[in-house]
């Protein structure tokens, strides 16, 4: 008896298992074919293993010899200072090295309070919470504060933890042009009739290295009964002049990004030409990463390189140096075959050529392995 209710039992969940398996075999294949596009756009993100600290010198698993990195958001070198390595001895050795529960449960702790007193006072508020990151802090902030009577008007060019903690309130929602405060004065004046409303903006554009006009928000919140959200991730602490790297990428011809803070972003435009260009500068000794959509908007790829005070004159003279050697070198491709200038990928022991135009960041990217190019849908 037992062994007929086995193979019933068995029988009956065939034609599941089947159909499990099917499924599973056509997620493969949309996955596969997803893949592909990504990698014939040239927006492929590869992990580069570090093997050290972090610092303005690192080493990276296959690269022989020290590289350094340009590529960090340790603006006041202080990841691995020797104070701060100490503090977190202490603390680990006085409690431990986890919570064991939620913040609410039993996960607070009086280091979590002392901290969150001395955040507060730095800005001068009433109280602060601690996240663990910035993007949980915006995930969690818009859906909180905002119902559907209120409205949030967000700068177009916010990151992404901004836009996607904003798509899960029920507000109604204002986008306004970068930096434009014409655009964001018409947008409060159509937002007037809904109970609150709310401007977000980044303090400093990650991406772009920008800053806001804070003080011109400020104003036009006060003036239209708003309240406003900054998000000062890549701002607090350490806004300051980084001019002469910027003068002499410049200098060199390159389109630098942004004013008057630690981003850096080199502009390019193709995806696959920033994407491999990066990988060139690693072989170079320097740490840079190449962003493209869906990071940034589509035909604004770049890569972003990031100052720190803990870099010296000799290593931004030597970024600055790798960038115009490779320049050079696409250049004299360029003289090689009139009309292109090339940047090469090895993989595979190939050579996958990217032709670019004479004009900086124009391209003509070829298709890719798998035929006809993919774009993932604009968010």
Not at 207 to 218: K, R
Request: with cysteine; charged share 25%.
């Amino acid at each position: 008896m037992w062994t007929s209710c086995a193979l019933r039992a068995t029988l009956s969940w065939a034609p599941r298992g089947r159909r499990a398996h099917s499924a599973l075999a056509q997620l493969r294949g949309i996955l596969e074919e997803e893949l592909e596009g990504i990698r014939g756009a040239g927006t492929w993100k590869s992990e580069r293993v570090i093997t050290s600290r972090q610092g303005p010198r690192i080493h990276v698993e296959g690269v022989s010899g020290g590289i350094l990195n340009f590529c960090a958001n340790n603006y006041l070198g202080l990841c691995s200072h020797p104070e701060v390595i100490q503090a977190g001895l202490q603390a680990l050795e006085e409690f431990g090295a986890g919570l064991s529960s939620v913040r609410f449960i039993c996960g607070t702790q009086s280091i979590h309070k002392d901290l969150e007193a001395k955040i507060a006072r730095f800005h001068q508020r009433e109280d602060a919470i601690l996240y663990p990151s910035c993007f949980d802090a915006n995930a969690g902030l818009f859906e909180a504060l905002l119902t559907p009577e209120d409205a949030v008007l967000s700068d177009e060019l916010n990151h992404a933890s901004i836009i996607d903690g904003i798509r899960l309130c029920k507000a109604h929602k204002y986008r306004y042009r970068h930096l434009d405060m014409a655009d964001l004065e018409a947008k409060l004046q159509e937002a007037q009739k809904h109970r609150l409303r709310l401007v977000a903006t980044d303090g400093a554009f990650s991406m772009d290295g920008d800053i806001a006009p804070l003080q011109e928000i400020c104003l036009l919140a006060s003036r239209y009964g708003a309240l406003v959200f900054v998000d000062e991730c890549h701002a607090t602490g350490f806004l300051g002049a980084t001019g002469r790297f910027r003068s002499k990428m410049e200098a060199a011809g390159f389109t630098i990004s942004g004013a008057n803070h630690p981003i850096c972003p080199v502009m390019l435009g193709d995806a696959r030409l920033a994407s491999c260009m990066a990988d060139d500068m690693l072989k170079r000794g320097i740490f840079v990463i190449g962003f493209s959509y869906p990071v940034v908007p589509k035909g604004k790829a770049r890569i972003r390189v990031q100052i720190s005070a803990v870099h010296s004159e000799e290593d931004i003279d030597r970024c600055v140096d790798a960038f115009v050697e490779k320049e050079a070198e696409a250049t004299q491709k360029g003289r090689e075959e009139p009309g292109r200038r090339a940047c090469y990928l090895g993989k595979a022991g190939t050579k996958e050529e990217v032709a670019i135009g004479h004009s900086r960041g124009t391209a003509q990217v070829p298709l890719g392995r798998g035929g006809a190019l993919k774009e993932k849908r604009e968010k």
